[in-house]
């Protein structure tokens, strides 16, 4: 009698144990906690009546080296923190020399030197380090802007130079913008 009490009372310890585990990580970059360290964000654009949205987790830099060092050159990123970063889309897109059909997508990037890429990819929903490159909707170069005249402390996606159905799709962070010409198809 004693064993089976023991076992119960343990289960259900395990039981709130995941639970509180689950819900921390989800906090992460969750709407109802009040200070995370990578808060929700989004940009948003409207390209000839057809609605574009990223949907991501924004880092701050906190005294560290990020591009070369913290996110290392010529590797897949997140494009975020936390959770995937998305990409919704009322309509297709010509994003840089990628076509992208209507949906949802998951954005990446490879930071590099010289030239960055922009992954979409068809996967979604997952956690940002859960990247399956045989997913990959495909990857189109970004071009590098001009540098912020001081550093960006917090990571930015923001669309810019929009006029009618185009638009600048931009990644600001640290002394780097780079970005990649949009538009509906």
């Not at 709130?16 to 200070?35: T, W, Y």
Request: proline share 8%; net charge positive; aromatic share 10%.
């Amino acid at each position: 009698m004693k064993r089976k009490l023991f076992a119960c009372r343990l289960t259900l310890l395990v039981l709130v144990l995941s639970l509180f585990a689950g819900v921390r990580a989800h906090a992460q970059c969750d709407p109802h906690n009040p200070n995370p360290p990578s808060p929700p964000a989004q940009a948003s654009v409207s390209l000839g009546g057809s609605d574009v949205t990223i949907y991501y987790c924004a880092p701050s830099m906190r005294g560290r080296k990020i591009f070369g060092s913290l996110l290392p050159y010529d590797k897949w990123w997140r494009t975020g923190a936390n959770s995937a970063t998305t990409i919704k889309t009322s309509t297709g897109l010509m994003i840089g020399s990628l076509m992208v059909p209507a949906g949802t997508y998951t954005l990446y990037s490879i930071p590099s030197e010289t030239t960055w890429k922009l992954i979409v990819n068809k996967q979604t929903g997952q956690w940002g380090t859960v990247y399956k490159p045989e997913m990959d909707l495909g990857r189109t170069d970004m071009m590098k802007g001009e540098a912020p005249s001081s550093p960006v402390e917090t990571f930015k996606i923001s669309f810019e130079k929009t006029e009618g159905k185009k638009t600048q799709l931009h990644l600001i962070w640290e002394n780097t913008d780079v970005y990649v010409p949009v538009e509906v198809m």
